[in-house]
């Protein structure tokens, strides 16, 4: 089949290239591994409506003037198509306290506005933004993965061949690695960037309410103190639930999200430390694959999870002493069924020395700013892992060193979540428009 652009995953960036370019006179294709559409996008649905997070906009080559304008743009297409109108983050008064707050403890709070659909709502979302698109006569191919990328742009999937004029690829964290090895193969540039491996913390909603309640997803970014390394929040799910992402190749993910009208009494936020390597070794992608290999199997095949009392003493966490009332272990129930999705461990001895110091550096930081995090009872998960360290040569269109293929969102190392991601799309229309 021949289309004048297709485009490799349904995310965000995907949707986004395909909005600007539907009233083109294009025959746009998107095809699609899973068999529902819109990646990332289905997952509890946080809009981080700033520059200062999902993306970055010197490796985008755009100021923040611009940055913020293709961000209104995008917020405006999702209130468009019915996005909750409930806007986060706008109690200027209440977040400089925290600010100061914050820097007083030796840390900084990035803020920004922020909207909430979640998961339940987000199905719903998606459903009106394809409609839209299949209206203008985009063609989704669900089920459809794409196995092999070749120089002529024939593209092999499991629902036979296909062939374009203008490639976009975006398949996401999880297309990371397949996207890379089609890139050796293609001779298309790319160099490796930082990678962010971590942990996902699980409390009581009142214990982080104090903030959540003031910005929805709180970013605090920490320089730790026994190694001068950066530590940063990222993704906080008030009354929601920590999930496992599917099985990629041989390990599990820990994620989480959150619905807009069921809650759960806990409030989960991954704490991801940046590491990036040099000389000798420089691929962080296989450093992160090779972590998260190694907690996987120290879990039995599955992640671990541990009482953050057990995490601070250096025990492990078993499952006869997991609802210990002596150590007040009842108090929190995790969100994850922990005979069946994950297992008590220790994530100290699974993780590298250097990760879990920073870890509990700035766990430790983060409990200055708000009381109550390292109650021994809270709970650490890992591996959490964000696979967008591949960072691909490109112009400012996205556009790669091959000619007409464009590459995009975080499996390109181009953005960090969903805004990043849809404005990802929007630069690469942009640079196939130049060209018509
Ligand atoms: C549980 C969870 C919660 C999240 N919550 C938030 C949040 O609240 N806010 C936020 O900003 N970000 C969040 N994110 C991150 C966000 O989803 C991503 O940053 C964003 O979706 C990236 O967009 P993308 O277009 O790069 O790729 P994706 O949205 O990942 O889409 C890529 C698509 O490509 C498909 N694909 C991969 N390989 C192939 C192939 N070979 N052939 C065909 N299709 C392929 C995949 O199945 C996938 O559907 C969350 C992620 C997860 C997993």
Redesign the pocket.
């Not at 095809?31 to 899973?34: C, M, S, W």
């Not at 997952?43 to 981080?48: G, Q, V």
């Not at 953005?415 to 991601?421: F, H, V």
């Given at each position: 089949m021949k289309y004048d652009v297709i485009i490799?995953?349904?995310?965000?960036?995907?949707l986004w290239t395909a909005f600007n370019l539907q009233k083109e006179n294009l025959s746009i294709a998107i095809?699609?591994?899973?068999t529902f559409s819109?990646?990332?996008?289905m997952?509890?649905?946080?809009?981080?409506l700033s520059p200062d997070i999902?993306m970055d906009i010197e490796e985008l080559k755009i100021t923040r003037k611009q940055a913020e304008e293709y961000i209104k743009q995008i917020d405006d297409k999702f209130l468009e198509h019915k996005a909750d109108k409930k806007l986060y983050g706008t109690n200027t008064k209440e977040i400089k306290k925290w600010k100061t707050r914050t820097e007083r403890c030796g840390a900084t709070l990035v803020e920004a506005k922020q909207r909430h659909i979640g998961t339940d709502n987000s199905i719903k979302l998606i459903k009106s933004f394809k409609n839209e698109l299949e209206k203008n006569n985009v063609k989704f191919f669900l089920n459809?993965?794409?196995k092999e990328i070749e120089k002529n742009f024939k593209i092999k999937t499991t629902k036979g061949d296909f062939s374009a004029k203008y490639l976009v690829v975006?398949?996401?964290?999880?297309?990371a690695y397949?996207l890379r090895e089609q890139a050796k193969k293609l001779k298309i540039k790319y160099k490796w960037g930082p990678i962010d491996v971590g942990v996902r913390i699980e409390v009581l909603s009142e214990t982080y309410d104090p903030i959540t309640e003031i910005i929805y997803d709180p970013k605090f970014k920490f320089i730790t103190k026994h190694h001068n390394d950066k530590v940063r929040t990222f993704?906080t799910n008030k009354g929601g639930k920590v999930?496992l992402?599917p099985k990629n190749g041989n390990f599990t993910l820990i994620?989480?999200?959150a619905l807009k009208n069921h809650k759960t009494p806990n409030t989960n936020f991954a704490l991801l430390n940046t590491i990036d390597l040099t000389e000798p070794y420089g691929d962080t992608t296989e450093f992160g694959r090779n972590i998260a290999k190694e907690v996987n199997r120290l879990g039995g095949g599955k992640p671990i999870i541990q009482r953050i009392g057990d995490f601070l003493n250096g025990k492990r966490s078993k499952l006869k002493t997991f609802f210990d009332k002596n150590k007040n272990y009842d108090m929190v129930t995790p969100t994850l069924d922990i005979k069946n999705q994950v297992v008590p461990g220790d994530i100290t001895m699974a993780l590298p020395g250097r990760i879990v110091d920073n870890i509990r550096d700035s766990l430790i930081l983060l409990d200055k700013i708000v009381p109550g995090i390292i109650h021994p009872a809270n709970l650490i998960y890992a591996p959490e892992i964000k696979f967008y360290d591949t960072k691909y040569k490109t112009d400012k269109f996205l556009e790669t060193n091959l000619v007409n293929l464009f590459v995009?969102?975080?499996?390109a190392g181009k953005?960090?979540?969903?805004?990043?991601?849809a404005l990802n799309g929007i630069l690469i229309a942009q640079g196939i428009k130049n060209k018509l």
């Open positions: 490799i995953g349904s995310g965000p960036t995907a095809l699609e591994k899973n819109s990646g990332g996008l997952n509890d649905c946080k809009l981080n999902c459809t993965e794409v975006a398949p996401g964290r999880s297309g397949w993704c999930r992402e994620n989480g999200d995009g969102g975080d499996g953005s960090r979540g969903i805004t990043g991601a």
